[in-house]
């Protein structure tokens, strides 16, 4: 019995002779193995015919592969083996990015604490009758660094430094100090909303750039500072056009998320794994309460560890429910940040992040952070780079 392996070709099947040119069981396998990849890619580029003449080979390659028994067995054996190319036709289109971006608002979007925050600061100093109190850059770059950005703390510096108003009782200081930031809410919302807080430069071309390149984003408007009125006001900046193709993830959203009906108990029953892992983990935040202030009252201080707690699990659930929204795994979405504590929320849960510096983070260091950058463009951060895993 002869086998015959014929590529369709005509005069071109490729004999081999001697006892080592033996088709065995495993040769025809082989061969049949062949038949299927070409079965599955028939327009495969062919090989030429023949190093030797020179000859281009055809454009494609028949489908057909016959395995035939021809006679009594002789020694003679031909068989040609076409290179193995197994790739499915719908391989030649571009594969979709596997990665998305979340987007934060405040720092990121715009630098809301350089030209927001200040600017709204002095209109509630005006509308309060304070005409001695403004502030510039140099004095605002100062409270910020002295208070952490705590705004509450920032007014109390400021005023024991110039002096309180005269008319101002000593325990009215905290009603008065809650009053200036309320007024400094209401003029920021009003600034949110005009040329006097602009987006950042680059933040435009970055998510046209996102979007030319199929990779999903998501802004992030649930826990900024300033609430998510002022969120929704920056990120309509970057127009109609782009906000219909990217999605904005608020506090509504992150609540008809799978995560958030879940885990958070809207609208959907937790499991008793569910229930039982968080009755767990309010105990352990009762005990570590418990155990600082032990510590605390030794050592004459107050402590609350539950709102630092609190603040960090709404940031989780809302870079989860943004995961969710842009359809990527948390591992393959980049949180594009401008915080600390969403920098610590990402490595909880295996979500990489990118830092942006703000005014309010020049000098900070944030070691966990992937990398961390000045803004957007082509020397800092880009989709190019994304893309390519350089940052």
């Given at each position: 019995m002869e086998f015959v392996v014929s590529s369709g070709w005509p005069n071109k099947n490729i004999s081999l002779s001697g006892s080592s040119a033996r088709l065995t069981y495993a040769a025809m396998a082989a061969a049949a193995a062949v038949a299927r990849c070409l079965l599955l890619r028939a327009s495969a580029p062919a090989p030429a015919l023949n190093p030797m003449d020179g000859a281009k080979a055809p454009a494609s390659i028949p489908t057909s592969l016959h395995v035939r028994a021809a006679g009594p067995r002789s020694?003679?054996?031909?068989?040609?083996?076409?290179?193995?190319?197994?790739?499915?036709?719908?391989?030649?289109?571009?594969?979709?990015?596997?990665?998305?971006?979340?987007?934060?608002?405040?720092?990121?979007?715009?630098?809301?604490?350089?030209?927001?925050?200040?600017?709204?600061?002095?209109?509630?100093?005006?509308?309060?009758?304070?005409?001695?109190?403004?502030?510039?850059?140099?004095?605002?770059?100062?409270?910020?660094?002295?208070?952490?950005?705590?705004?509450?703390?920032?007014?109390?510096?400021?005023?024991?430094?110039?002096?309180?108003?005269?008319?101002?009782?000593?325990?009215?200081?905290?009603?008065?100090?809650?009053?200036?930031?309320?007024?400094?809410?209401k003029a920021l919302e009003k600034l949110s909303s005009t040329d006097a807080l602009p987006l950042r430069p680059g933040v435009e071309k970055f998510v046209d750039d996102a979007i030319s390149e199929a990779v999903p984003v998501a802004i992030l408007a649930t826990y900024g500072r300033n609430g998510e009125k002022i969120s929704r006001s920056i990120a309509e900046k970057l127009g109609p056009?782009?906000?219909?193709?990217?999605?904005?993830?608020?506090?509504?959203?992150?609540?008809?998320?799978?995560?958030?009906?879940?885990?958070?108990?809207?609208?959907?029953?937790?499991?008793?794994?569910?229930?039982?892992?968080?009755e767990a983990q309010k105990a352990a935040s009762a005990e570590k309460q418990r155990v600082a202030e032990e510590v605390a009252s030794l050592l004459k201080l107050s402590v609350d560890i539950s709102t630092a707690s609190k603040r960090s699990e709404k940031i989780i659930a809302t870079l989860r429910a943004g995961s969710e929204y842009v359809g990527r795994d948390v591992q393959n979405c980049i949180l594009v940040t401008g915080s600390q504590p969403s920098v610590i929320a990402a490595e909880r849960i295996g979500m990489p992040c990118i830092v942006l510096r703000s005014s309010l983070t020049a000098r900070a260091e944030f070691h966990s952070a992937k990398a961390v950058m000045d803004g957007f463009g082509d020397t800092d951060l880009t989709i190019s780079k994304l893309l390519s895993k350089r940052w």
């Open positions: 020694s003679a054996r031909r068989l040609w083996t076409p290179p193995l190319r197994c790739t499915s036709p719908s391989s030649d289109a571009p594969a979709e990015p596997k990665l998305a971006v979340l987007l934060e608002v405040e720092g990121v979007l715009a630098d809301v604490y350089r030209f927001g925050s200040r600017q709204a600061f002095n209109v509630a100093f005006q509308n309060l009758g304070l005409d001695c109190a403004n502030w510039t850059e140099p004095i605002y770059a100062d409270l910020v660094r002295k208070a952490s950005g705590d705004e509450e703390r920032m007014v109390v510096l400021f005023f024991d430094r110039i002096g309180w108003p005269t008319s101002l009782p000593t325990s009215e200081k905290g009603s008065f100090t809650k009053s200036v930031l309320r007024e400094k809410l056009r782009r906000t219909s193709k990217i999605k904005i993830v608020g506090k509504e959203e992150v609540e008809r998320s799978f995560y958030g009906q879940l885990v958070l108990g809207e609208g959907v029953a937790s499991s008793l794994d569910e229930q039982l892992t968080k």
